[in-house]
C-alpha cells in the first residue's frame, strides 16, 4: 500500500538551509581544488574546512544593509572562519555559485522525479496485467468505436511514462551542470583545470563555454520535461475522469469510509483526485513557459531570469513530484466495474463489430462502397430503432447474398478483438 504523500526531502532541497549548504559546497570545493594546486596554504585551508559555516538570520541582516544575497552568505561564512575567509571566492563571480549550486538542487530534485516516474510505472504495470484480459469498450470522439481491455489502456500509459523517464533523465544529465569560469566566462581569473576539478568533485560536467551564467537553454528544457511528465499524468486522470461520469461508471477513485462528495449532494462521489492533478499539471505547464522566456537575456547576463527561477524551480518540482505519489496511489487504489463495462460494451446493439462485417464484404467481391452503405444502413437501424444489429444484418438480402448466417455470426466475437493483446504486452513489457 502506498502511503499517503509526505516528501518532506522534496521540499528539503528547496530550503534556505540548503541552499545556502550547496553554496558552501561550491565554495568549499574551489577553496580544496586551489590548496591541491598549492595555491591555499593548508593551514588556511584547514581553517576553512573546518570552520566554514553560516547564520541564515545573519545573512538576512547583512543583506538587508548590502542589497546582495551572495555578498551577505560570503560576509557570513567569513565571519566564522576568520582571516583565512580571504581565499574565498578567489577569481569567482556571483553566478559561479548560484548556477553551479542550483544545478546541484535540479539534479537532487530530478532524482527524486525518477522515483516518483518508476513508482507510477510500477502501479501501472502491475494494473495492466491484472485486468489486461478485462474487455471494455474503446471510444474514439467520446463515441464507441471498437472493443479493448482496460489492460491495454493501463499497458499505453505505461509505455508513455517509459518514454517520459527517458526524457527526465536527460533533463536531469543536461542539468548537472556546473559552471567556474568567472564575471563574463573568459576564467579571467581562474583556471579552466579548477572549473573540471571542482565540478568533478561535485558530481558535475563543467560546461563547455559560459558567459557569466551557464545558459538558460538547459533549464528550459529541464522544466519543459516536467512538463510533458505533468500532461501525461494530466491524459491519464482525464480519463479515470471521464470512466467516473455517472453515463459511463466503468472505474472510479476509492472512496473512503467516511468520504464526503458534497456539502448538499450526500449521494455524490465525485473523481476530486484526478481533477486536482488536472489543475497542477496547468501549473507545472505554465512554469515550462516562464522557463522558456528566460533564454533570451541581455549580452552576457541580465538578472530577469534569477526571480523566475526562485519561483519555478521550488514549484514545479515539488507540485510534480506530489502529482507522481498521488497519481501512483489512485492507480494502486482504482476502482473498476467489469459488470458495467460488459453492459456498456453492449449498449449500441452489436454496432461495434460493424468493421468485421466490412471487410467480410469486401472479401466476399463486394465493392467498398456498396459495402460501407449496406453496414450503415443496419447500424444505424440498430441506433435509432432499437434491436440487434446482428438480427438485421441477417435480414438483409444484400447481405445475404454475399454472406452466410455463419460468417456473419463469426465476426460477432470478442475475442476476435482481444487475440492480439500477448502480442502488445510483449513489445510494451519485454515478457
Same mark, same amino acid.
Request: proline share 3%.
Given at each position: ?66 542589497? =546582495? ?15 583565512? #575567509? ?53 471510444? #474514439?470522439?467520446?463515441? =464507441? ?30 542539468? #548537472? ?27 558535475? @560536467? ?8 551557464? @545558459? ?27 470512466? @467516473? ?40 505547464? #505554465? ?128 475475442? =476476435? =478483438? ?14
Amino acid at each position: 500500500m502506498i502511503e499517503r504523500y509526505s516528501r518532506p526531502a522534496m521540499s528539503q532541497v528547496w530550503s534556505e538551509e540548503n541552499k545556502f549548504a550547496s553554496w558552501l559546497k561550491v565554495e568549499l570545493a574551489v577553496c580544496e581544488v586551489y590548496t591541491e594546486r598549492g595555491e591555499i596554504p593548508a593551514a588556511d585551508w584547514a581553517e576553512i574546512r573546518d570552520k566554514a559555516g553560516f547564520d541564515i538570520a545573519r545573512i538576512d541582516e547583512i543583506e538587508a544593509e548590502v542589497r =546582495h544575497d551572495v555578498i551577505a552568505f560570503l560576509t557570513s561564512v567569513s565571519e566564522h572562519v576568520g582571516p583565512s #575567509s580571504r581565499f574565498i571566492h578567489l577569481g569567482m563571480t556571483s553566478s559561479d555559485v548560484l548556477d553551479t549550486a542550483l544545478a546541484l538542487q535540479l539534479k537532487e530534485a530530478g532524482t527524486m522525479l525518477l522515483e516518483g516516474v518508476d513508482l507510477v510505472m510500477v502501479q501501472l504495470k502491475n494494473r495492466a496485467f491484472e485486468l489486461k484480459e478485462c474487455p471494455t469498450i474503446g471510444r #474514439s470522439h467520446g463515441i =464507441h468505436a471498437e472493443p479493448v481491455t482496460v489492460g491495454l489502456k493501463f499497458a499505453i500509459w505505461y509505455d508513455e511514462m517509459a518514454r517520459q523517464k527517458k526524457r527526465l533523465e536527460a533533463a536531469v544529465t543536461d542539468i #548537472s551542470v556546473g559552471k567556474i569560469s568567472g564575471a563574463v566566462g573568459t576564467f579571467a581569473n581562474i583556471e579552466p583545470e579548477i572549473e573540471e576539478a571542482v565540478c568533478s568533485a561535485l558530481d558535475l @560536467q563543467p560546461a563547455p563555454a559560459s558567459s557569466q551564467i551557464l @545558459q538558460r537553454d538547459r533549464h528550459a528544457f529541464f522544466f519543459t520535461t516536467l512538463a510533458l511528465v505533468a500532461a501525461s499524468i494530466e491524459k491519464f486522470a482525464t480519463e479515470i475522469r471521464h470512466l @467516473q461520469r455517472t453515463e459511463v461508471g466503468e472505474a472510479e477513485e476509492f472512496f473512503h469510509a467516511g468520504q464526503k462528495g458534497s456539502s448538499a449532494m450526500p449521494h455524490k462521489r465525485n473523481p476530486v483526485l484526478s481533477e486536482n492533478l488536472c489543475g497542477l499539471a496547468r501549473l507545472v505547464r #505554465s512554469h515550462s513557459l516562464a522557463a522558456m522566456e528566460n533564454v533570451a537575456l541581455w549580452h552576457e547576463r541580465d538578472i530577469s531570469h534569477s526571480s523566475v527561477e526562485r519561483v519555478i524551480a521550488p514549484d514545479a518540482t515539488i507540485l510534480l513530484d506530489f502529482m507522481l505519489h498521488r497519481f501512483a496511489s489512485m492507480m494502486e487504489k482504482l476502482v473498476v466495474y467489469p459488470d458495467k463495462m460488459m453492459k456498456n460494451l453492449e449498449l449500441t446493439g452489436g454496432t461495434i463489430y460493424s468493421q468485421g462485417i466490412l471487410l467480410a464484404l469486401a472479401r466476399a467481391g463486394v465493392s467498398r462502397e456498396d459495402a460501407y452503405r449496406w453496414v450503415q444502413r443496419n447500424a444505424m437501424q440498430a441506433f435509432n430503432d432499437g434491436g440487434s444489429f446482428k438480427g438485421y444484418l441477417l435480414k438483409d438480402e444484400d447481405v445475404a447474398k454475399y454472406l452466410s448466417a455463419a460468417e456473419i455470426e463469426e465476426k460477432f466475437s470478442l475475442e =476476435h =478483438h482481444m487475440r492480439q493483446i500477448p502480442t502488445i504486452f510483449a513489445r510494451v513489457f519485454g515478457e
